[in-house]
């Protein structure tokens, strides 16, 4: 098993190109979760998807949208890059609120 | 306030030492409690969950406070690879609506 997998591991962007991260989970999880993790701030929630055809907004979901491709698949989409969305982007997923299995993550770099 | 503190740290021990680590958190309806290990420039993962009667995984000890709402994490025989980022993770709400809320993280440095 692969676990949670995303890719890039790396970009870099100029301020208003967008782009989207891929996250892929092979565990047949029903929740899937993206998250930013900046220094001092700890891990802060974008946006969830509690089972497929759902999602709903976490504490920062401001110029971020995401789609549930299917069960395995919770992507994270970047419309407008801003240098503010500089951070290290992680996915996670889990099941009946257990334990999270994460991604190892994507360093976006907005210049 | 911050749903869940932890100290940052760094705590600096020497190998073999005792450490333990502290994390508060503010929702009383919490009902899931987890610590979870970060490596520089590596994903969060799992190192225990945390059980009401408390639990041990080798040289480490977790332990639940609900009265004070607190959870703690005590290692021993402190090794070098044991230096990290140990994050406070406590989660509230039902089925659909699961919230996760981590801790800043502290961080233990093991020297020789």
């Known amino acids: 098993n692969a676990g949670v997998t995303q890719t890039p591991k790396f970009q870099v962007l100029k301020t208003g190109q967008s782009m989207t991260l891929q996250c892929a989970q092979d565990?047949?999880?029903?929740?899937m979760y993206w998250y930013r993790q900046d220094p001092g701030m700890g891990l802060r929630l974008i946006y969830y998807s509690a089972s497929e055809g759902t999602t709903d907004k976490g504490e920062v979901p401001n110029g971020y949208n995401v789609s549930r491709l299917n069960k395995r698949e919770f992507s994270l989409r970047l419309e407008s890059a801003a240098p503010s969305q500089t951070s290290v982007y992680f996915c996670?997923?889990?099941?009946?609120?257990?334990?999270?299995?994460f991604g190892p993550g994507t360093r976006l770099t907005v210049l | 306030r911050k749903e869940v503190e932890q100290d940052p740290g760094p705590f600096n021990v020497p190998e073999g030492a005792t450490v333990a680590f502290n994390c508060t958190y503010s929702n009383s309806a919490s009902q899931s409690f987890f610590w979870y290990r970060q490596d520089c420039r590596k994903e969060p993962k799992l190192l225990m969950s945390v059980y009401s009667s408390g639990n041990e995984d080798g040289r480490f000890t977790a332990q639940l406070n609900r009265a004070s709402q607190y959870i703690s994490l005590l290692i021993r025989d402190s090794k070098l690879s044991d230096s990290a980022t140990y994050l406070c993770?406590?989660?509230?709400?039902?089925?659909?609506?699961?919230?996760?809320?981590f801790g800043t993280g502290t961080r233990l440095k093991v020297l020789a």
């Open positions: 565990m047949n999880h029903n929740s």
């Open positions: 993770v406590v989660r509230s709400g039902t089925s659909g609506t699961y919230k996760y809320i």
């Open positions: 996670a997923s889990s099941e009946g609120g257990g334990q999270q299995f």
